[in-house]
């Protein structure tokens, strides 16, 4: 079969495997929404100060949903032995893994987008930044998508990689936190923001043209 | 009748160290279309660690392994094998068509369609069942039939019959005994001694 097919074929696998593990997709969902929920809480009646740090609030508990999801990706399949017949296809790895990571971010990350501007107008942030918020976090967590597979493609192999991997991962997550929550922050006050965008815009097509190729090559010295 | 194509699988003067340990070294064979390659041995005497390196999932240690001359990751060698290993690759969430329509397009289009494979498996009716519903033993004839339904000249099978009853084991010595006629090869490790008939049968002992 063609590429495009097998392509596709494996962003519909992991799509009905979510369907049928619902867990996967709940789980950093309802971790995004209880981390933001719990801030109010925290700080108690100064809406000012919720205000003021919304952006940072709702980009952090992003990524660390991010994090917490990214196991899920090549688990499963490195432990029933799928991800070894995937990496044995006479089609180049890097764009059957590019289709599960696609998968995984539209499980994981779109999910986010869309309750997300509820979490914002819920912390007090003013609706004209709404839209930017949205395309930061669309920009965005396809990179944490992209970036987490690599990190994930190594350490799949060890019996915890999870702390690993945090280490591994998190300081590479940083560049996209700072221009994005930097760009809704700005918005708020009414100012240009092309700056920020265009920067997100650009960490995520290196993202996506780079990143598949060295998760192939870990996924491949990961099931030696 | 058309000549039927040949392809060769080699490997030269192989080795594998595992932890300081050489499991075999110096190994050669040669093997064509119409063979079958059965590796002998105890257990962690690397039988399947050779398995892995026909595959490409681990570099020999020395030597090389040669698809019809070319090395194999320079050649159509990927496009020409299959392999079955200790891990079915069935995803246990999925309906077994399912699990077979991903390894169908992973791959190229083999000599039998889905349905016929599953006849072939003794797996007909079973295609919209869950295959974590599947009994061991059918699970493992499911991901037998991933070799039936994909264009593939090399099997590469490790422990075969692993769970497998008495009228299994037949089964599959039927379908090797046909994938040898047809023009293709096959190498495999199993602790159970294999019938085949008419197949020329080459064996390494590795211990």
Redesign the interface.
Known sequence: MSLSHAFFAIIRRDLVLALRRRSEIANPLLFFILVITLFPLGIGAQPHLLQAIAPGIIWVSALLAAMLSLDSLFRSDFDDGSLEQILLSSHPASILVLGKIIAHWLVTGLPLLIVAPLLAIFLGMPTHSLGILLLTLLLGTPVLSLIGAIGVALTVGLRRGGMILSLLVLPLYVPVLIFASNAVEIAGTGLPVDAQINILISILLMALVLAPWPTAAALKMSIN | MTAKPTFRLQGTDLSCIRDDRILFEGLSFELVSGQVLLLEGKNGSGKTSLL?IL????EPDAGQVLWCGEAIDDS?Y??D???V??????????TVL?NL?????????GQYSIQQALNKVHLTDYDEVLVQALSAGQKRRLSLA?LLITKNSVWILDEPFTSLDKQGIALIETLMSEHCASGGMIVLTSHHDIELHDVAVQRINLS
């Open positions: 892995r595959c490409g999932f681990r159509q990927y496009a094998m299959a392999y290993g200790h891990l079915d690759g069935v995803k246990k969430e999925l399912e329509k991903v390894s169908l397009a992973l791959g190229q289009s991933r």
